[in-house]
């Protein structure tokens, strides 16, 4: 077993760490004021959002994932390169957003080459879901984006579905921020980008 699922078993454990990460020297300089952040969910090991936040370094950025050794590399590299706007920790995604503090709120939100669970019996656990969107939409602000790329053509096709039947985003055509290769972006060469908006 993991060795973060063996220390954090129960939900009320893993709440009192997103509610602690919130009150760390990355947010310090904020009290009861709205905190506006980018996040990646999915970081991986981190190469494309400590490039990003080397481009936007007014904008505060966080990277989620579920793999020990990807977050340890992510901070890594940041530290490595004294980035102060932004770090990376290790957290589920739905449970990240329902313990996250009412006054943080998401501008964008990034998922790149999510897990597509291809067989049909394993559909249920893609990440995007009604539900996860309308948790995802609670927590943002008005004018917010989803940045979607997959490689994944069966995976493409349901997140341009799931959006359509969304009551909470809308997609859209524009331009993608911030280009830059990532890990699995090398690897998948071949991929598909989806822009959706909030409602």
């Known amino acids: 077993m993991d060795i973060f699922l063996r220390k ?3 939900k009320e454990n893993r709440k009192g760490r997103v509610e602690q990460f919130f009150k760390s020297d990355l947010f310090s300089s904020f009290k ?10 999915g970081c991986g090991h981190g190469h494309w959002l400590n490039a990003y936040s080397d481009s ?16 340890l590399r992510s901070n890594n590299k940041k530290l490595n390169n ?3 706007n932004v770090s990376f920790f290790k957290a589920e995604a739905n449970e990240f957003l329902l313990y996250k503090p009412s006054n943080f709120k998401i ?4 998922i790149l080459f999510p897990d597509p669970w291809p067989k049909k019996k394993h559909h249920k656990r893609r990440l995007i879901q009604e539900s996860f969107l309308s948790l995802l939409r609670e927590n943002t602000l008005p004018d917010s984006l989803i940045f979607f790329r997959t490689d994944h053509l069966d995976y493409h096709d349901w997140t341009i579905q799931k959006l359509g039947d969304s009551k909470s985003w809308g997609i859209i055509d524009t331009i993608w921020p911030f ?5 699995f972006q090398n690897l998948l060469p071949n991929y598909k980008s989806i822009i959706s908006q909030a409602l």
Do not use: A, P, W
Request: net charge negative; proline share 0%.
């Open 56 to 71: 936007n370094t007014d904008i505060i950025c966080v990277g989620i994932d579920l793999i020990s050794k990807r977050i």
């Open 32 to 41: 009861d004021e709205t905190v506006i952040f980018d996040l990646e969910i």
């Open 179 to 183: 280009e830059h290769e990532s890990y």
């Open 107 to 110: 501008r964008n939100t990034f």
């Open 8 to 10: 954090f078993q129960d």
């Open 82 to 84: 004294k980035r102060k």
